[in-house]
């Protein structure tokens, strides 16, 4: 079957951020063609600068962009962990809870289906699972494109789900905090996703590890003043005391294993 050249730069694309770099034959095993045809479709994106030439092989150039979501629930797992027992102690019993996909909210996923009889609205999967026939909890999925990259739902058709509930705490990720811009994040499906749960709940919860501190993401998900609660496991530095303390968020800061 003739796969057109989109289709071709998406999976040459999948297959470098997920290993960071990658060499032309083994593209070409992955896609069961020549090493011509694999250099055929490479030179576009190595002209667009998406990828990098090495000898004999390729690389991710923008270092901005996030890796897989199987990838990312490796990183940092044990502050992940421990960020996700103290955003668990803001929740009772009972409540609607909002969860966008991440990696950090899908560890705090796992530790809140401990709790009982909540509502939980998420576009995850992996979230998801959690929840079902445990515990009385009620999972209300969004649909829409199922994006294989964040393991998720994306798009208009999630985005009017999740604008149909009230939430008593929202729960989102990000993918780097900025002392001038606030919360960004590296996709802008995800953002609108974020920024959707965080207009209908009454609590608003960030989880975000110590690397998210000074990371570079090119889409602002919301100022520090949208934000409740900051639950991490980072030390403040001096540029963000002044926005963290002027908004009034909560600051939860836990020590990592």
């Not at 896609?31 to 190595?46: A, C, G, K, N, W």
């Not at 009620?138 to 964040?150: C, K, N, P």
């Not at 995800?190 to 959707?196: L, V, Y």
């Amino acid at each position: 079957m003739r796969m057109y050249p989109s289709r071709w730069h998406a999976a040459i694309l999948a297959t470098v951020q997920e290993e960071g770099r990658c060499t032309i034959s083994r593209l070409a095993e992955r896609r069961r063609v020549s090493d011509e045809t694999i250099r055929r479709h490479v030179r576009p994106l190595v002209a667009e600068g998406v990828l990098t030439r090495e000898h004999g092989a390729v690389a991710a150039r923008d270092l901005h962009i996030e890796p897989p979501f199987s990838r990312r629930m490796k990183v940092a797992a044990a502050a992940k962990r421990t960020i996700a027992r103290a955003a668990t102690a803001l929740v009772r019993d009972g409540q609607t809870v909002m969860i966008d996909t991440g990696s950090t909210t899908a560890y705090v996923a796992a530790e809140l289906c401990a709790l009982r009889d909540l509502s939980v609205v998420t576009n995850s999967i992996e979230i998801a699972r959690h929840f079902v026939g445990r515990h009385g909890h009620r999972v209300f999925m969004a649909g829409g494109e199922l994006r294989a990259d964040i393991a998720a739902a994306a798009g208009p058709e999630a985005l009017g789900f999740l604008q149909k509930f009230r939430a008593d705490v929202a729960i989102i990720s990000i993918g780097a905090l900025h002392p001038q811009h606030g919360f960004m994040d590296f996709d802008l499906g995800e953002a609108h996703i974020a920024q959707t749960m965080l207009a209908q709940a009454e609590t608003r919860i960030v989880v975000a590890d110590a690397r998210k501190f000074g990371g570079r993401a090119a889409i602002r998900v919301c100022g520090f003043e949208q934000i409740q609660h900051l639950v991490t496991d980072a030390e403040i530095d001096a540029p963000y005391r002044t926005p963290l303390q002027d908004s009034g968020i909560k600051l939860t800061v836990v020590k990592s294993p």
